[in-house]
């Protein structure tokens, strides 16, 4: 499902990257590199850019799973720390996190 949203999203930027270049090319060289616009290169433009979309929207579930973790952790630690019940009665501490 993760992977259908990337890719709809990689079309979705292929589709807007290929249609500015091409209509605002000259402007943008680094980002055209064919020397003219004709249909065959905007076909080649756009699998191009689908691909460094999907490339680049790669890094998006990396990074909202490290979130995630993290505030699973806090969270599991306020738990922690709130249980009464974890008691160590040798030393007389109760659980820090």
């Known amino acids: 499902m993760t992977m259908c949203i990337q890719l709809c999203f990689a079309i979705i930027g292929s589709i807007i990257l290929t249609s500015e270049t091409h ?3 000259v402007k943008y060289d680094y980002l055209f590199p064919f020397k003219n616009n004709t249909e ?5 433009m756009g699998c191009f850019n689908t691909g460094v979309w999907f490339v680049a929207l790669m890094n998006f ?10 505030s699973i952790n806090v969270t ?9 019940d974890i008691y160590d009665a040798e030393r007389d501490l109760p659980t820090r996190v």
């Not at 065959?40 to 080649?44: E, K, T």
């Not at 599991?76 to 009464?84: K, N």
Request: charged share 10%; no cysteine; aromatic share 12%.
């Open 23 to 25: 209509f605002n090319g």
């Open 40 to 44: 065959d290169h905007i076909a080649i």
């Open 61 to 70: 579930v990396p990074i909202s799973l490290l979130v995630t973790l993290e």
């Open 76 to 84: 599991q630690g306020l738990f922690i720390s709130w249980d009464v």
